[in-house]
């Protein structure tokens, strides 16, 4: 958003097509970047994102061990396939006993309760 309002701050005249286009496609960059740095970040360090936390769940390997950076890596990968399938991935959550989803399936990972 500050981008959009820095960028036609300092512009006398409006956007043309292809600086509205490029615009749009660094938001979009910035967005998605943001959103793998946060979920990596977090799940790679203590298994958990803040609303984790909140609900008291937490992610682990499959053997139980702390999921690590790359697995969180790989989740959030899978988890954009769960966006590209336009939610089906997640519906394994429904058929399995431990409640994975195609992101946990890609990563190895499982999601544990805290509480």
């Known amino acids: 958003m500050w981008l959009v309002v820095a960028v036609l701050a ?3 005249r409006p956007l043309d097509i292809l600086d509205a ?11 998605v970047a943001l959103h793998v740095i946060y979920h ?6 203590c298994g958990q994102t803040l609303g984790k936390m909140l609900m008291g769940v937490a992610v682990v390997r499959r053997d139980g061990a ?3 950076y790359g697995r969180a ?12 399938t336009l939610g089906l991935g997640r519906l394994f959550v429904l058929f399995t006993r431990d409640r994975r ?7 190895g990972t499982r999601p544990i309760s805290t509480i």
């Open 73 to 84: 890596l790989l989740r959030c990968v899978g988890g954009g396939l769960c966006l590209l």
């Open 66 to 68: 702390p999921a690590g």
């Open 40 to 45: 990596t970040v977090l799940v790679g360090g």
């Open 101 to 107: 989803a195609l992101s946990d399936f890609v990563a």
């Open 10 to 12: 300092f512009r006398a």
């Open 21 to 31: 286009l490029i615009l749009a496609l660094a938001i979009l960059v910035l967005g």
